[in-house]
């Protein structure tokens, strides 16, 4: 990638659930690109737009940076924080004074929580098969 060879770029990873997001950041406008698509093209809720912008807006650095964002897996919903995680990720390579606002908002912390997997004899994780007495 031609802007990850850039001095003043940044790239970072950030996961959730089984979403792994690929961030380049650099100085610009505020444009944000996931998988060469627009942000409001991309994601239909304003929900996972308010999500990616959370990080930004804490650190005041809104309209100064550009993202350009490869995601892979998981939903819409784990995309979103996945790519929370590497903005934060990123902003935190930029200055790392950023980082007990970032923390204190828990943003920095990656989401452990993942699909617990399905039991043989079960219908499900949890959920049994119907059991009938006679």
Not at 84 to 91: E, K, P, S, Y
Not at 95 to 101: A, C, M, T
Not at 105 to 123: L, N, W
Request: a positive charge.
């Amino acid at each position: 990638m031609a802007q990850a060879q850039e001095k003043n770029s940044y790239y970072a990873t950030g996961r959730r659930k089984c979403a792994v997001a690929r961030v380049w950041m650099t100085p610009g406008s505020g444009v944000i690109t996931i998988n060469k698509r627009d942000l409001d093209n991309y994601f239909g809720r304003a929900t996972s737009k308010m999500i990616l912008r959370q990080p930004l807006e804490l650190t005041e650095t809104t309209n100064q940076y550009d993202f350009h964002v490869n995601v892979r897996g998981g939903g819409l919903s784990g995309q979103a924080d996945a790519i929370q995680h590497g903005i934060t990720r990123a902003l935190m390579k930029l200055n790392p004074s950023f980082r007990p606002p970032l923390k204190q908002a828990g943003f920095v912390t990656r989401d452990p929580r993942i699909k617990e997997r399905k039991k043989y004899g079960q219908r499900g994780a949890r959920a049994r098969f119907q059991f009938s007495k006679r």
